[in-house]
């Protein structure tokens, strides 16, 4: 599963740092812990100097005993191996009654014939307890860096990764159809966001280039192609009315005609297209839709007069739009014409309008593909000749431009179209 | 009659006039701009056939010429551009008619028609072929003084076979001459055949038998 990049960089700053910390406490404790032993031995050693110059010195002599101070006794009673090496101990106070811990020191001293073994002390219960208090300290201290550490990091990331976000808000919002530029600034603060934001202005200027150069192939294509067919339909015309005309050329002769009237018809299809793609329809109208379909209908019915599958209507009266006036005729003719086309004998046409959608079922033959494809240019349910495998794609086509929803849904050989005209 | 027809494609300027010649009308041609202005300054036409993309030149530059000078000749254009604006402008200049490329030569034919009626025909709006007589203003139909009762779609069908009397006039073309809305949308042209069909009977209770006639299922023929 992915993860953002604050969360990726947050789970490593706290999965690394706690770790580099406790090693660097562990260390740290230890660096600590051999200089307080040294520290203890030196003092000890001083100690051991001064007790031993004093006893020298002084000439009634000392005390040979003073508590947690020092021991001095004649001859040798330690055992060899204790003598010169610190080694700890417990003393019991009486007056407070606990043990307290000591560093001790031993040493053998010759004056004249006689041998000195004195003894030092040196509290290490203080230098324990420092011990313990620097080392939480530097615990805390520790944790309170971690926790800023992440904090700013997340901060930073945050106002660091803007520029980011923001060029991805664009890309996802940007509709090549739309064809409106892309606008990435070059100045975010940031020099590699600037150089991302002048690769993808760079890209996605090409990209609609080749985009506007095809649209601009297509229509200069169909505009190209008007004058051919027109020549080749007044010709065919003029042939219609020969005098040698005979049953056989006659055949032949349709079929051209039906071939060169089915490509005019795909040709100025194409071109509406195109013309639709490039935002050549930009006014919008109140468009009264419930009177233009139910004229639509009306249409049909006195055209095909009785060859038509039942036709039952719901048409809330009174439905307008915001659209082109014609786009919204083709919209409603090519989804009639579908549904009257591709019907069954004895089938039916159900048309249904409210202020929210145009719903249109129908009976027909079942379907073999997805008709979500045959929303797709020259992509037909079954071959046809009748039709120009244009008629859906300009459906299409004009809910992109309208923002109007469009779902083709078949099932058992019912189809319903329905075009959601707002999504509030 | 007199035709002028200004179109740069020599094949089609060939076959609109080869089609108007058999229309018992004196045709002429032209290819350019150039060529067409000097046509129109030196003579008068009743109709002008009209381009608009010209080599040298546009059509609706020529439209004004025409009008300036006062001529009043009636203009039809034709043109492969099928945006609204260029019809607006075109009427605008005093164009009487607007046919977009590609069309039926039966249809240029049957505006020409029309707009040779409107023009010069004084009053005298009536069209007759056989016996059957058909009043353009009142569109009463009377085959001998009996009135023939036709729906729209059948009147409009039997006068656009009348302009195009004794040719050939295709399905397609018909169709989309009666057909109202845009007709790459709309029914295609399978609904012509039971309107003939229903037209044919109306006119044979009248007396009018076998003046339509199915010519090899490529269309069909008014027969005077």
């Known amino acids: 599963m992915s993860k953002s990049l604050q969360q990726k960089n947050t789970r490593s700053l706290l999965t690394w740092l706690p770790l580099v910390m406790l090693v660097g406490s562990i260390g740290f404790y230890l660096v600590l812990r051999s200089h307080i032993y040294h520290l203890q031995e030196q003092q000890l050693e001083l100690k051991q100097e001064n007790t031993w110059n004093t006893l020298r010195s002084v000439p009634g002599g000392i005390p040979l005993h003073i508590k947690c101070e020092y021991d001095i006794e004649k001859g040798t009673p330690a055992p060899r191996q204790l003598i010169g090496r610190q080694r700890d101990t417990s003393i019991y106070y009486p007056s407070v009654g606990h043990w307290d811990a000591f560093a001790v020191l031993t040493e053998q001293y010759k004056l004249g014939d006689t041998t000195y073994q004195i003894t030092t002390y040196f509290s290490s219960k203080e230098i324990t307890h420092l011990l313990i208090k620097l080392s939480i300290a530097e615990a805390v201290i520790f944790l309170l860096l971690l926790g800023a550490i992440v904090i700013i990091n997340r901060r930073t990331s945050r106002t660091l990764w803007t520029p980011f976000y923001d060029t991805m808000d664009a890309i996802r919002r940007y509709d090549i159809q739309r064809n409106k530029p892309l606008v990435l600034t070059g100045r975010t603060g940031v020099d590699e966001f600037d150089r991302l934001n002048l690769t993808l202005t760079s890209l996605i200027d090409d990209v609609n280039r080749a985009y506007n150069n095809q649209k601009q192939f297509t229509e200069n294509a169909s505009h190209e192609l008007q004058t051919p067919l027109a020549i080749i339909r007044s010709k065919v015309e003029l042939l219609m009315d020969a005098p040698f005309l005979t049953e056989e050329i006659a055949t032949q002769l349709g079929d051209i005609n039906d071939a060169n009237e089915r490509l005019s018809q795909m040709n100025k299809n194409l071109f509406l297209l195109t013309r639709i793609d490039n935002h050549q329809f930009p006014e919008l109208h109140r468009i009264p839709i419930s009177h233009l379909l139910e004229r639509s209908i009306i249409h049909y019915q006195e055209y095909y007069s009785g060859e038509l599958p039942a036709i039952k209507t719901c048409i809330e009266t009174g439905v307008h739009l915001q659209a082109n006036s014609s786009l919204i005729e083709v919209l409603i003719n090519n989804l009639l014409r579908n549904a009257i086309i591709h019907n069954v004998p004895g089938g039916y046409v159900h048309v249904r309008l409210t202020g929210k959608e145009l719903w249109i079922e129908n009976s027909g033959p079942i379907l073999n593909v997805d008709p979500q494809r045959l929303f797709e240019r020259f992509r037909k349910g079954r071959e046809e000749s009748r039709t120009t495998g244009l008629g859906l794609a300009l459906v299409k086509q004009i809910c992109h431009l309208y923002q109007f929803e469009v779902q083709y849904l078949h099932e058992e050989g019912i189809h319903r179209i329905q075009v959601i005209f707002s999504s509030e | ?224």
Request: some cysteine; charged content about 30%; proline content about 3%.
């Open chain 2, 1 to 224: 009659m007199k035709l002028l027809v200004i179109e740069d494609e020599s094949s089609l300027l060939d076959s609109i006039i080869q089609f108007f010649k058999r229309e018992q009308f004196l045709c002429e041609g032209a290819g350019t701009y150039a060529e067409a202005v000097r046509r129109v300054e030196d003579f008068r036409y009743d109709c002008i056939i009209l381009d608009i993309n010209l080599p040298g030149g546009s059509g609706l530059q020529l439209l004004k010429l025409l009008r300036d000078d006062k001529k009043s000749d009636g203009v039809i254009i034709i043109s492969a551009r099928d945006s609204l604006d260029d019809k607006i402008a075109g009427l605008d200049l005093g164009a009487d008619d607007y046919v977009t490329k590609p069309f039926h030569l039966s249809e240029l034919n049957a505006r020409v028609k029309a707009l040779i009626r409107r023009k010069y025909s004084d009053g005298a709006h009536t069209i007759h072929i056989g016996n059957l007589k058909i009043d353009l203003p009142s569109r009463i139909i009377t085959a001998a003084d009996q009135p023939v009762l036709l729906s729209k779609i059948e009147y409009n069908l039997l006068l656009f076979l009348a302009s195009n009397k004794n040719r050939v006039v295709s399905r397609q073309a018909i169709a989309e001459h009666i057909y109202e809305g845009p007709f790459e949308q709309g029914p295609g042209p399978e609904f012509v055949y039971s309107h003939i069909k229903n037209l044919k009977r109306k006119l044979n209770e009248r007396g009018c038998r076998e003046i339509i006639h199915s010519v090899y299922g490529l269309g069909y023929k008014l027969v005077v």
